[in-house]
């Protein structure tokens, strides 16, 4: 019957969207081992696939495929197809002609199913993070996200929220198929934008919490007769204390991460006061105030809960069941100034955290997380394997990853200051040694400050590799990110970006998935020169490690602590000391190794 479509029968499974979508690009003449890293996984032949064999298989599957369409297209199509076979010994297929042979094939696409692996449906850059993350099944995706809420992702390296949307989006298209149910506030909407059918609201007989932007408050609990509450002209338009929240918060709009943690803490103060104290925020009194520093040491259980979206119904404030002594004396100061900035612009009438002290702060040895700081010896032979590397003529990418590593290990650059840096404000300097030419590259680091740091020439030649992979000479003073990313996505996102032909920065967050692509390949590769305490050094590495690396290295070799502070960025003289403690502590750990040693051993060196 013409219009009864059949499966194609294959030896392994029906075509999938992947192959429709590795089949575009092949007849569009991309290249073949372009092909196979986009679309083609280990999912699909237990291997990895080769250039050849992917070639082999879409010419395969577009010859099967053109019997389908013969078989059940038009004849208009069917006449196309065997003109063009009859000219050139097989059918040439363009764009358009694809897409009729695809929509006459349309049944020969494989239906979804829970066992199916994750690189049969999604493309091998997407189900290598998702199989990283140890989900190898549909059936697990969908478990993991389940569990995990609408904020599933954040625990899959390198996989964002539009990604993630996308991802939800196919899952619940095909839930009747593969037999299972995606839960309901598995949700990606803007966290900012909340409609008026998503706000909840919060009175003090609430069981539920949700975040500042989903609250609403009855009248009583509002604020907008609070006893605080400023008798004289105000300077903002806020009728109640949800709106001079956030009035408050709009000051940090440009402030991402200030933005979010202050946030944070006054979304926990204003829920504690409404469903605890049971008064608005603009009624609390100093042993209001009292109270919540206490009700800091240890939320009650109503309050804590496992980090999830903010649209999920399961979100709680506090994501641990007490916070630390420095976390405790920052949510006080940022509730201090608030309400301090409350009272300047007259919504308030009195700041009741003035007389209320800070909580006691524990002073630790070491603030800084410097035993995570790679011991010189261990760096050298990583930088040999690093370098060995980038010999190869495939190796753009490790070329990448040691410009990275070089900046934060040898200028102590921050995984922000890394991402952010450009070319324009990198420049040779007429100081040195004699020998070697130093750069300075100008940063902006921590509370918008800028600062010089010193570029070493390692650093200048693998940039020089690394724009050279660009197709861009670093000579010749472009202007431009000193690390951008290589390959360009073929999504329509990445498209519309990198539209102008102007290279993007990596994100900071991308920083951190290069050097965990590092320390894999690192551990993999030197395993047999590493010892146990090394690997676990390697594989717990994060781009702030090649910081601490830094300070401990300019520390061992000397170089006066005022001038690792300038380069740190370091605001105080006592935080960078604690490279200097980190140096005495290894050399101390060092003298205890000696002294458990045999006496016998001893006694045979003295001889």
């Given at each position: 019957?013409?219009?009864?479509?059949r499966?194609?029968?294959?030896?392994?499974?029906?075509?999938?969207?992947?192959?429709?979508?590795?089949?575009?690009?092949?007849?569009?003449?991309?290249?073949?081992?372009?092909?196979?890293?986009?679309?083609?996984?280990?999912?699909?032949?237990?291997?990895?696939?080769?250039?050849?064999?992917?070639?082999?298989?879409?010419?395969?599957?577009?010859?099967?495929?053109?019997?389908?369409?013969?078989?059940?297209?038009?004849?208009?199509?069917?006449?196309?197809?065997?003109?063009?076979?009859?000219?050139?010994?097989?059918?040439?297929?363009?764009?358009?002609?694809?897409?009729?042979?695809?929509?006459?094939?349309?049944?020969?696409?494989?239906?979804?199913?829970?066992?199916?692996?994750?690189?049969?449906?999604?493309?091998?850059?997407?189900?290598?993070?998702?199989?990283?993350?140890?989900?190898?099944?549909?059936?697990?995706?969908?478990?993991?996200?389940?569990?995990?809420?609408?904020?599933?992702?954040?625990?899959?390296p390198?996989?964002?929220?539009?990604?993630?949307?996308?991802?939800?989006?196919?899952?619940?298209?095909?839930?009747?198929?593969?037999?299972?149910?995606?839960?309901?506030?598995?949700?990606?909407?803007?966290?900012?934008?909340?409609?008026?059918?998503?706000?909840?609201?919060?009175?003090?007989?609430?069981?539920v919490?949700?975040?500042?932007?989903?609250?609403?408050?009855?009248?009583e609990?509002?604020?907008?007769?609070?006893?605080?509450?400023?008798?004289?002209?105000?300077?903002?338009?806020a009728?109640?204390?949800?709106?001079?929240v956030?009035?408050?918060l709009?000051?940090?709009?440009?402030?991402?991460?200030?933005?979010?943690?202050?946030?944070?803490?006054?979304?926990?103060?204003?829920?504690?006061?409404?469903?605890?104290r049971?008064?608005?925020?603009?009624?609390?009194?100093?042993?209001?105030?009292?109270?919540?520093?206490?009700?800091?040491?240890?939320?009650?259980?109503?309050?804590v809960?496992?980090?999830?979206?903010?649209?999920?119904?399961?979100?709680?404030?506090?994501?641990?069941?007490?916070?630390?002594?420095?976390?405790?004396?920052?949510?006080?100061?940022?509730?201090?100034?608030?309400?301090?900035?409350?009272?300047?612009?007259?919504?308030?009438?009195?700041?009741p955290?003035?007389?209320?002290?800070?909580?006691?702060?524990?002073?630790?040895?070491?603030?800084?997380?410097?035993?995570?700081?790679?011991?010189?010896?261990?760096?050298?032979?990583?930088r040999?394997?690093?370098?060995?590397?980038?010999?190869?003529?495939?190796?753009?990418?490790?070329?990448?990853?040691?410009?990275?590593?070089?900046?934060?290990?040898?200028?102590?650059?921050?995984?922000?200051?890394?991402?952010?840096?450009?070319?324009?404000?990198?420049?040779?300097?007429?100081?040195?040694?004699?020998?070697?030419?130093?750069?300075?590259?100008?940063?902006?680091?921590?509370?918008?400050k800028?600062?010089?740091?010193?570029?070493?020439?390692?650093?200048?030649?693998?940039?020089?590799?690394h724009w050279?992979?660009?197709?861009?000479?670093f000579?010749?003073?472009?202007?431009?990110?000193?690390?951008?990313?290589?390959?360009?996505?073929?999504?329509?996102?990445?498209?519309?970006?990198?539209?102008?032909?102007?290279?993007?920065?990596?994100?900071?967050?991308?920083?951190?998935?290069?050097?965990?692509?590092?320390?894999?390949?690192l551990?993999?590769?030197?395993a047999?020169?590493?010892?146990?305490?090394?690997?676990?050094?390697?594989s717990?590495?994060?781009?702030?490690?090649?910081?601490?690396?830094?300070?401990?290295?300019?520390?061992?070799?000397?170089?006066?602590?005022?001038?690792?502070?300038?380069?740190?960025?370091?605001?105080?003289?006592?935080?960078?000391?604690?490279?200097?403690?980190?140096e005495?502590?290894?050399?101390?750990?060092?003298?205890?190794?000696?002294y458990?040693?045999?006496?016998?051993?001893?006694?045979?060196?003295?001889?």
């Amino acid at each position: 019957m013409a219009n009864q479509a059949r499966p194609v029968t294959k030896s392994r499974a029906s075509y999938t969207r992947n192959h429709f979508a590795a089949l575009r690009a092949f007849v569009q003449r991309v290249p073949a081992a372009t092909i196979a890293r986009l679309y083609f996984s280990e999912d699909e032949n237990g291997n990895e696939a080769t250039p050849g064999w992917v070639e082999s298989y879409l010419r395969r599957m577009q010859a099967e495929l053109v019997d389908l369409a013969l078989e059940h297209g038009s004849s208009v199509l069917a006449d196309h197809l065997k003109a063009s076979a009859k000219a050139h010994g097989s059918a040439r297929l363009t764009a358009v002609t694809l897409k009729m042979v695809e929509q006459a094939a349309l049944l020969a696409v494989a239906k979804p199913e829970a066992s199916h692996g994750v690189g049969l449906w999604f493309r091998p850059l997407v189900a290598r993070r998702l199989n990283d993350a140890g989900i190898r099944t549909l059936a697990e995706l969908v478990d993991f996200c389940n569990r995990r809420g609408g904020s599933w992702w954040r625990a899959v390296p390198r996989i964002g929220p539009g990604r993630a949307r996308h991802i939800v989006s196919w899952l619940r298209q095909n839930e009747a198929l593969i037999g299972l149910h995606i839960a309901t506030d598995i949700s990606l909407d803007d966290p900012f934008s909340a409609p008026d059918s998503a706000l909840i609201t919060i009175d003090t007989d609430s069981s539920v919490l949700a975040p500042l932007e989903r609250v609403r408050l009855p009248g009583e609990l509002s604020g907008e007769s609070g006893l605080n509450r400023h008798a004289s002209f105000p300077y903002i338009t806020a009728h109640n204390d949800l709106e001079a929240v956030r009035a408050y918060l709009h000051r940090y709009r440009e402030q991402p991460k200030t933005l979010r943690a202050y946030t944070k803490e006054l979304e926990r103060f204003l829920l504690w006061a409404v469903t605890v104290r049971r008064k608005p925020l603009s009624s609390l009194l100093a042993d209001d105030c009292e109270a919540y520093r206490d009700f800091l040491k240890a939320p009650s259980p109503a309050f804590v809960g496992s980090r999830q979206s903010r649209a999920s119904g399961r979100w709680r404030p506090f994501s641990e069941s007490g916070l630390s002594s420095e976390s405790q004396r920052y949510a006080v100061r940022a509730l201090r100034a608030a309400f301090a900035w409350l009272v300047d612009v007259r919504y308030l009438a009195g700041n009741p955290w003035t007389v209320v002290s800070d909580p006691i702060r524990i002073v630790r040895e070491s603030e800084l997380h410097v035993e995570r700081a790679l011991p010189a010896i261990l760096w050298e032979r990583m930088r040999g394997f690093i370098d060995d590397q980038c010999l190869r003529e495939d190796a753009r990418y490790w070329r990448s990853v040691r410009v990275a590593l070089l900046l934060g290990a040898d200028s102590g650059l921050r995984r922000e200051e890394l991402a952010s840096a450009r070319r324009e404000r990198l420049a040779p300097t007429p100081h040195g040694d004699g020998v070697e030419v130093v750069w300075q590259l100008l940063v902006i680091g921590k509370r918008k400050k800028e600062r010089t740091v010193p570029v070493s020439p390692a650093t200048i030649a693998a940039l020089t590799a690394h724009w050279r992979d660009r197709g861009e000479d670093f000579h010749s003073g472009t202007a431009g990110p000193l690390l951008a990313p290589i390959f360009i996505p073929p999504g329509k996102e990445a498209q519309k970006k990198h539209a102008d032909g102007a290279p993007l920065a990596y994100h900071a967050d991308t920083i951190n998935f290069m050097v965990e692509w590092a320390m894999k390949r690192l551990i993999a590769g030197m395993a047999s020169t590493l010892s146990v305490e090394e690997i676990k050094l390697l594989s717990g590495t994060s781009p702030h490690a090649f910081r601490h690396t830094f300070g401990t290295l300019a520390a061992a070799e000397e170089v006066p602590l005022d001038v690792v502070q300038k380069i740190l960025g370091h605001a105080s003289l006592q935080t960078t000391s604690i490279y200097v403690q980190a140096e005495k502590q290894r050399m101390l750990r060092e003298a205890a190794s000696f002294y458990r040693r045999p006496k016998s051993d001893k006694a045979g060196e003295e001889g």
